[in-house]
């Protein structure tokens, strides 16, 4: 069963969505709040999105909400991993 | 604003230049004194199975060395050239945002293709993968307030924004609403615009009017009021200036900068078949009216320079009414550029502030022989040196839209606009 990682979300926002000027995401960004990372939530949109294709998972648009941080936004797609069975 | 708006005057403190005569103001002078076309065989994408195969096309942009990362994925191409051209105006024109209040600020572009490049790439992730493969960001790339809105929150700009749709004449539309913002209050305008219609898509849109150069030779191509006028060649980039109240502008200890926008109007043609002029030469007299400028004051003229026959004529014959036959100089450095529609006027703009600047008529590369009716003096073969104070910058885009700028060089008693080397095209 295939699984996301920090550091794997970490990969797509800094590949695929970019870095705000003055983050650093090889901190520790895991609570840290989208928003305040530069990520505004049509940029959060994108990278559910990348996800989605990357590792063949749905998430609806309307999930954005419950992934505020990175870790929550972890926690939440390995559980639409699980409930999918992917 | 109870006193006479227009003692409010617009000057012009800061350049920035994209566009296929080099990345840079100093880069895109140097090369247009030169005479050196940035016309070749489109590279962006195969154009083999195209009826057309040049255009003018910006060397060695790199958006990863030019535009912030997070921007990059969220923009078109287009948008990439504005966003570098305006970081590189204000800092031509020695401007920190910081220094200025939000409100003050505002933002006016011209735009044509808008983001075709972009929404070319998310249609065919639609009909190759399916709706989950298209960007989110293809809601806010394509349109044409795009680049207006990312150079507003780049800089922290709330003051008025806005963008202009009228293909090539939107450049000087542009700027006709900036100094309208500058004269309703606003401090500052980041005004001009890029375009970037080279891609499949963009360039089969532009096919249909049939104005389009299919000739292959890169010297040959595009020769405005020539015998063998063809039709124009395309082209991508365009430039960002930094418009200012020359109030604002004194306190900073930027003078006179370039020079003043003088005089400005903009009108429309007559439907096709009607007995009525094209607006051309109303829209000359006006803007020349606006400045309290006559005629005969007028030290070049930037001309449209369509590249097509009866088009050539107009603008000729129009020139010729309001100043006599080879009345004036006429230029028309684009043929170095191909048209840049949304980008064009505005990178003529820059052109003809810095011929003001030092008292150079940058020629018209390639027209040799002037066809029958095109009455004018054309400046070929090299620049010619003279003292300028004043230009008219003329403009027509697609469908009608006409617009003409005059700009006056700085008051010589005012201090000279700080060194403008060192360009660098843009900060990261």
Same mark, same amino acid.
């Given at each position: 069963?295939?699984r996301?990682?920090?550091?794997?979300?970490?990969?797509?926002m800094?590949?695929?969505?970019?870095?705000?000027?003055?983050?650093?995401?090889?901190?520790?960004?895991?609570?840290i709040?989208?928003?305040?990372?530069?990520?505004?939530?049509?940029?959060?949109?994108?990278?559910?999105?990348?996800?989605?294709r990357?590792?063949?998972?749905?998430?609806?648009?309307e999930?954005?909400?419950?992934?505020?941080?990175?870790?929550?936004?972890?926690?939440?797609?390995?559980?639409?991993?699980?409930?999918?069975?992917? | 604003?109870?006193?006479?708006r227009?003692?409010?005057?617009?000057?012009?403190?800061?350049?920035?230049?994209?566009?296929?005569?080099?990345?840079?103001?100093?880069?895109?002078?140097?090369?247009?004194?030169?005479?050196?076309?940035?016309?070749?065989?489109?590279s962006?994408?195969?154009?083999?199975?195209?009826?057309?195969r040049?255009?003018?096309?910006?060397?060695?942009?790199?958006?990863?060395e030019?535009?912030?990362?997070?921007?990059?994925?969220?923009?078109?191409?287009w948008?990439?050239?504005?966003?570098a051209?305006?970081?590189?105006?204000?800092?031509?024109?020695?401007?920190?945002?910081?220094?200025?209040?939000?409100?003050?600020?505002?933002?006016?572009t011209?735009?044509?293709?808008?983001?075709?490049?972009?929404?070319?790439?998310?249609?065919?992730?639609?009909?190759?993968?399916?709706?989950?493969?298209?960007?989110?960001?293809?809601?806010i790339?394509?349109?044409y307030?795009a680049?207006?809105?990312?150079?507003?929150?780049?800089?922290?700009?709330?003051?008025?924004?806005g963008?202009?749709?009228?293909?090539q004449?939107?450049?000087?539309?542009?700027?006709?609403?900036?100094r309208?913002?500058?004269?309703?209050?606003?401090?500052?305008?980041?005004?001009?615009?890029t375009?970037a219609?080279?891609?499949?898509?963009?360039?089969?849109?532009?096919?249909?009017?049939?104005?389009?150069?299919?000739?292959?030779?890169?010297?040959?191509a595009?020769?405005?009021?020539?015998?063998?006028?063809?039709g124009?060649v395309?082209?991508?980039?365009?430039?960002?200036?930094?418009?200012?109240?020359a109030?604002?502008?004194? *306190?900073?200890?930027?003078?006179? $900068? +370039? =020079?003043t926008?003088?005089?400005?109007?903009?009108g429309?043609? @007559?439907? %096709?078949?009607s007995?009525?002029?094209?607006?051309l030469?109303?829209?000359?007299?006006?803007?020349?009216?606006d400045?309290?400028?006559?005629?005969?004051?007028?030290?070049?003229?930037?001309?449209?320079?369509?590249?097509?026959?009866?088009?050539?004529?107009?603008?000729a014959?129009?020139l010729?009414?309001?100043?006599?036959?080879?009345?004036?100089?006429?230029?028309?450095?684009?043929t170095?550029?191909?048209?840049?529609?949304?980008?064009?006027?505005?990178?003529?703009?820059?052109?003809a502030?810095?011929?003001?600047r030092?008292?150079?008529?940058?020629?018209?590369?390639?027209?040799?022989?002037?066809?029958?009716g095109?009455?004018?003096d054309?400046?070929?073969?090299?620049?010619?040196?003279l003292?300028?104070?004043? *230009?008219?910058?003329?403009?027509? $885009? +697609? =469908?009608?839209?006409?617009?003409?700028?005059?700009?006056?060089? @700085?008051? %010589?008693?005012?201090?000279?606009q700080?060194?403008?080397?060192?360009?660098?095209g843009?900060?990261?």
């Amino acid at each position: 069963m295939s699984r996301i990682t920090l550091a794997e979300l970490t990969e797509i926002m800094r590949t695929s969505v970019g870095v705000e000027e003055g983050v650093d995401l090889d901190g520790d960004i895991a609570e840290i709040a989208f928003a305040e990372l530069g990520y505004d939530s049509l940029a959060v949109l994108e990278l559910v999105s990348q996800v989605e294709r990357r590792y063949g998972v749905s998430i609806p648009d309307e999930a954005v909400p419950e992934m505020p941080t990175p870790a929550r936004a972890v926690a939440f797609i390995n559980e639409r991993l699980t409930l999918e069975g992917v | 604003m109870s006193t006479s708006r227009a003692a409010v005057e617009a000057v012009v403190t800061g350049i920035g230049v994209v566009a296929p005569t080099g990345i840079g103001t100093e880069a895109h002078w140097q090369s247009v004194v030169a005479g050196k076309s940035g016309i070749g065989r489109i590279s962006r994408f195969d154009p083999t199975p195209y009826p057309v195969r040049l255009a003018g096309q910006v060397p060695g942009f790199l958006a990863r060395e030019q535009v912030p990362s997070r921007l990059i994925p969220q923009t078109d191409h287009w948008t990439h050239m504005a966003l570098a051209a305006a970081a590189a105006a204000l800092e031509d024109a020695r401007v920190d945002p910081a220094g200025f209040d939000d409100y003050d600020m505002a933002v006016v572009t011209a735009s044509s293709s808008g983001g075709t490049e972009f929404g070319q790439h998310e249609m065919e992730r639609l009909y190759l993968n399916g709706p989950s493969w298209v960007s989110a960001y293809q809601s806010i790339a394509w349109f044409y307030a795009a680049t207006t809105g990312q150079v507003s929150i780049r800089h922290g700009m709330r003051g008025p924004c806005g963008v202009i749709c009228c293909e090539q004449a939107g450049g000087i539309d542009a700027f006709g609403q900036a100094r309208r913002l500058i004269r309703l209050g606003s401090r500052l305008v980041v005004s001009g615009g890029t375009d970037a219609p080279l891609c499949p898509y963009g360039l089969v849109a532009q096919l249909s009017n049939g104005k389009l150069s299919q000739v292959d030779d890169q010297a040959r191509a595009y020769l405005p009021f020539d015998v063998h006028a063809s039709g124009h060649v395309p082209g991508e980039g365009g430039a960002m200036l930094i418009v200012e109240s020359a109030e604002s502008a004194s *306190a900073r200890g930027a003078g006179g $900068g +370039y =020079g003043t926008i003088a005089g400005y109007a903009a009108g429309f043609d @007559p439907p %096709p078949g009607s007995s009525r002029p094209p607006v051309l030469r109303r829209t000359m007299e006006r803007a020349l009216e606006d400045a309290g400028c006559p005629p005969s004051e007028v030290d070049v003229v930037f001309a449209d320079a369509a590249g097509v026959a009866e088009e050539d004529l107009a603008e000729a014959r129009a020139l010729t009414e309001v100043f006599g036959p080879r009345g004036v100089p006429v230029t028309a450095p684009k043929t170095l550029t191909g048209r840049l529609y949304g980008g064009g006027a505005s990178l003529d703009i820059a052109t003809a502030l810095l011929a003001l600047r030092d008292g150079l008529i940058p020629y018209t590369a390639g027209p040799g022989t002037l066809a029958p009716g095109c009455d004018i003096d054309l400046v070929t073969g090299q620049p010619r040196e003279l003292p300028l104070r004043t *230009a008219l910058v003329l403009a027509r $885009g +697609y =469908g009608g839209f006409t617009a003409a700028l005059v700009l006056r060089a @700085p008051d %010589p008693a005012s201090p000279p606009q700080a060194n403008p080397g060192e360009d660098k095209g843009g900060t990261g």
